[in-house]
């Protein structure tokens, strides 16, 4: 420190200003081991006030900085007062900084706060007055304020203010009062008299939002709100009762222009559920002096909130939006009952709240229609709807016809709706009652011998009407109920007992339509008729045929009659009788069922059918049974062939090296073939490694020889060739091609063997770019993300530390973290945190220096919100492992170091929010108090007493 006390002397005007913040460093470091800093640490008053008058506003903004952490490590120093001087700087960076770290101090400073404020609002403009706003922002950070301090803040508010302003200035300042109160004093707010800060926030809440930077104001507003809690709720409800139905709010003052009723109303109630939590908020005793239009508001803002509702809370809100005895009076209380509806289907969907299932089941029987449609819907979309399915059977049984029909759409298809089952029997009965929802519905009753027949039945009537259909539209018509019968026929016949003579009896109606169907074809299009009946193939276009050999192969698969079934088609002549589409479909049912010997029949198809078909005929074909004797050599060779064709399509060639892999593992583990052979299928498919094949199906190939026997030293004798190459291989589409190559390998080398003795390569590439992108960086060049640059090796490294190694990695080089990239850090740190605790805190500590080592060009614009938000980041998720690994010195530092650059306005506020949480004591959300918590845990522990029970760190916000 002696050195860097010396250094801020230096003639050198950017040494100055790296000396001021590594004496920084060391305050910080002071105030974490609760040791008085080190003397040369706090330079003496002269020097420091000579540092405020320096050529260079590099070295003046580092002096801002190193002055809030003198003021915290130095009671009664001359930090604020100096901080003042830079508050009037020439350089707008060093105004705003030393505004932040001013008004951020504690007690002490009072004097120098109330001075920059007053200076702030004497400027009447609009950008003025949000420096007032954005210093109060800060402000509501600071540890702590001194009632003093706080009593001639409302003096500052002047009389020849115009009128509105004047009240909006006293909100903002009544909401920094109302946080401080629940900060410091630790204690609920009250409100009390005229000129309580409860009373002028209410007042002032409407009036800001008129000012010119009105979402900045209201964002401090809202801060107080939930500060004050629910006094603050009930001023703003009595502003609520008093505006009633008006259609405008008209502030007395001439400079606020009058504000809509509904707008008015709004941001009123937002404030309300802002101060109080939903349950609290409907109960607050001024609600039954609400409107009802009001009452829909509150309630429409409080379901946004999740809430298991109980009766006790909602009783007296049922009483007071009853319905009318009479259907011809007004409801004027209908929103409001939706609202409340929208309240508790919320938790019931979300959470399965078993209670709000029972309170909305009390809507089902509103006089209201809308109300009623609208519970039976929430109730149908609950996780478990069949608790109320009675109640939603007896509200659906007193519906019309129609209407009966339609509400069959919203129950859920799983599980069987048994209240509804005798209804649906009877409405599939008749032809014009039985609709999609009708007969899926029944599909879910699995087992049931009598919907089973009764489907069986409603599908032979469906293919008659398919038969004699006269028109087009008559035949898609039959075409469809066939096909939904056939769907829940199978559904229902999925339940029966193997064997039994239901089963059989269905496996005879499956065979029998498709004997019926396969050559049937719809009628003739009509003169100037766009359609067809028929593809450019031959086939005609009906679906049953396929859907009935999917169902025979995949019912009774213990005896197997099904199948049987499906062989008994294709034993004369292959199939020769069948149409192709058919044939082609049972032959790929037999494959999957590991029932086919040999791809002749599939492979002479091939050529015939569409895209789609050829791909499940290929993987169809991993499954085929290797007996020569029958032809079962024929498909490797065949996957072989079209996997070499250059001419096929790049997703058929895919799908044939993934499927010649699966025959060949499935061929080996059943002990059809030897080990020599499936080598050798290895061997060739690893040839087409080195061949002229594009670059996708080569990764494909490299994905495959993972899983294949002997893969490992193939893949190993490619790396060495791949490794020659990229060494000769000039920039340029060729290297990028074999750079993708190698992270493949590379991700491959580390799930084989977690890169035994080569742990090295798992950081090489970006070893070897990093001073090349720390150019670009210094350039302004934008870069690729990491997790997109650097895929490869982030997941290489995710293999290494789910097997304790990652640590090993870094080992093998001292200098390693302190030349990657930061945002490459801060993946690596993040992604090793649950497996190697230790190597991820080490990362994670690196991530600052590296970020800030880009160069203070780097700061400009978006390029500075980037960095902010990684090194916030990277502290948070360090301070997470510190505090649940009990690293007390480290939790310590790091909740210190995060606290104060919180309260000055250094860090990333979304991403801290999203982690910490926003400043919210009405629901429990502390951060500033979190991490005051945390400080004071690791200093019980460092004089050994036993730190109080904290729960693990929250990662998830």
């Known amino acids: ?45 002269e020097l420091l006030t000579e540092l405020a008058g320096d050529p260079l506003p590099d070295t003046r903004l580092a002096l801002a900085h190193h002055l809030g952490y003198r003021a915290l490590a130095e009671e009664d120093g001359p930090a604020p007062a100096i901080l003042l001087v830079l508050t009037r700087d020439s350089d707008v960076s060093v105004r705003a900084r030393a505004r932040r770290e001013l008004v951020a101090l504690g007690p002490g400073a009072e004097d120098q706060q109330a001075a920059l404020l007053a200076t702030l609002l004497a400027d009447n403009t609009a950008a003025g007055r949000e420096r007032v706003t954005r210093a109060l922002l800060s402000m509501a950070r600071a540890p702590r304020l001194s009632p003093d301090l706080l009593l001639r803040l409302r003096g500052l508010v002047s009389d020849s203010m115009p009128a509105g302003q004047r009240l909006s200035q006293e909100a903002q300042f009544a909401a920094v009062e109302l946080i401080h109160l629940v900060n410091t004093e630790r204690r609920a707010v009250h409100r009390d008299g005229e000129g309580h800060p409860v009373r002028r926030l209410a007042e002032g809440w409407l009036a800001a939002e008129r000012a010119p930077h009105g979402a900045l104001v209201r964002s401090l507003l809202v801060l107080g709100a939930r500060a004050g809690g629910e006094p603050v709720a009930r001023a703003l409800l009595d502003m609520v009762v008093d505006l009633g139905d008006s259609e405008e709010w008209s502030a007395p003052f001439p400079d606020l222009p009058a504000l809509a009723g509904d707008l008015a109303r709004v941001l009123l109630v937002d404030g309300i559920l802002e101060a109080s939590l939903p349950q609290r908020a409907v109960a607050l005793p001024g609600t039954a002096r609400l409107t009802p239009a009001a009452s829909s508001l509150l309630w429409d803002l409080a379901a946004l909130e999740a809430h298991a509702w109980s009766p006790t809370e909602l009783e007296p809100w049922f009483a007071r939006s009853a319905p009318p005895l009479s259907d011809a009076e007004d409801d004027p209380w209908l929103d409001t009952r939706l609202a409340i509806l929208n309240a508790l289907a919320g938790p019931l969907v979300r959470e399965d709240h078993h209670g709000s299932g029972d309170l909305l089941a009390r809507f089902l029987d509103d006089s209201s229609e809308q109300m009623g449609e609208a519970a039976f819907q929430a109730l149908c979309d609950a996780p478990r709807a069949e608790v109320w399915f009675a109640q939603l059977h007896a509200h659906w049984s007193a519906r019309p016809r129609l209407l009966q029909l339609t509400m069959l759409e919203l129950l859920p298809r799983s599980p069987a709706a048994i209240s509804f089952r005798d209804d649906l029997l009877a409405l599939g009965a008749e032809p014009a009652t039985r609709t999609i929802s009708v007969v899926e519905l029944l599909g879910a009753f699995r087992g049931d011998a009598q919907v089973a027949a009764a489907l069986d039945r409603w599908l032979g009537q469906s293919l008659e009407r398919l038969e004699e259909a006269g028109t087009e539209l008559a035949f898609r018509r039959a075409e469809g109920r066939a096909r939904g019968a056939l769907r829940a026929l199978l559904a229902v016949a999925a339940g029966l007992p193997d064997g039994g003579t239901g089963k059989l009896e269905i496996v005879e109606r499956l065979s029998t339509t498709l004997e019926r169907t396969q050559y049937l074809l719809p009628p003739l299009p009509s003169p100037g008729s766009s359609t067809g009946g028929v593809s450019d193939g031959g086939v005609p276009q009906l679906e049953l045929p396929k859907a009935c050999v999917a169902g025979l192969g995949q019912l009774d698969l213990t005896t197997g009659v099904g199948l049987k079934a499906l062989e008994e088609l294709v034993a004369a002549d292959e199939g020769a009788g069948l149409t192709r589409r058919v044939r082609v479909e049972v032959f790929i049912a037999l494959a999957n069922a590991g029932r086919l010997a040999g791809a002749g029949t599939l492979a002479a198809d091939y050529a015939h059918c569409d895209g789609d078909l050829r791909l499940r005929i290929l993987r169809a074909l991993a499954h085929c049974a290797p007996r020569e004797s029958t032809g079962g050599a024929q498909a490797p060779g065949f996957l072989t062939a079209i996997l070499s064709d250059g001419r096929m399509p790049l997703e058929e060639r895919a799908v044939a090296c993934e499927s010649l892999r699966r025959w060949t593992m499935g061929a080996l583990e059943a002990r059809q073939i030897s080990q020599a052979q499936a080598e050798q299928l290895g061997l060739e498919l690893a040839g087409h490694l080195r061949s002229s094949m594009g670059l996708d199906l080569r990764r494909v190939i490299l994905a495959q020889l993972e899983h294949i026997i002997g893969g490992e030293q193939l893949l190993a004798a490619f790396g060495a060739h791949l490794d020659v190459s990229l060494a000769r291989l000039a920039p340029g589409p060729r290297r990028e091609e074999a750079e993708l190559l190698w992270g493949d390998l ?8 977690g890169l035994a003795g080569r742990e090295q390569l798992c950081l090489s590439r970006p070893l070897s770019l990093a001073a090349e992108n720390l150019a670009a960086r210094f350039a302004g060049e934008p870069l690729a993300a990491v997790t997109f640059a650097w895929r490869a090796e982030l997941a290489a490294a995710e293999i290494l530390q789910e097997r304790g190694r990652l640590g090993e990695v870094l080992a093998a080089d001292d200098g390693l973290l302190s030349r990657l990239e930061g945002r490459l850090l801060l993946a690596l740190g993040s992604n090793a945190m649950g497996a190697e605790p230790r190597t991820a805190f080490r990362i994670l500590a690196a991530v600052p220096g590296a970020l800030w080592g880009e160069g203070a060009g780097a700061w400009d614009g978006r390029r500075a919100g980037e960095i902010q938000a990684c090194v916030t980041l990277a502290r948070i998720h360090s301070l997470a492992l510190a505090h649940e690994k009990l690293w007390w010195p480290e939790a310590e530092a790091l909740a210190l170091e995060i606290l104060h650059a919180w309260r000055r306005g250094d860090l990333h506020r979304q991403v801290f929010d999203d982690f910490e949480g926003a400043f919210d004591p009405v629901r429990g959300v502390d951060p500033a108090g979190r991490l005051e918590r945390i400080i004071e845990e690791a200093r019980a522990a460092k004089a050994g007493m036993i730190p109080p029970a904290s729960s693990p760190p929250r990662r998830d916000g």
């Open 1 to 45: 420190m002696a050195r860097a006390a010396a250094l801020v002397t230096d003639e050198h005007p950017n040494v100055r200003a790296r000396a001021l913040a590594a004496l920084s460093r060391n305050l910080l470091a002071g105030l974490a081991s609760c040791n008085q800093s080190a003397p040369e640490a706090l330079l003496a008053t």
């Open 746 to 753: 590379l991700v491959a080398g580390a799930r084989f063997d």
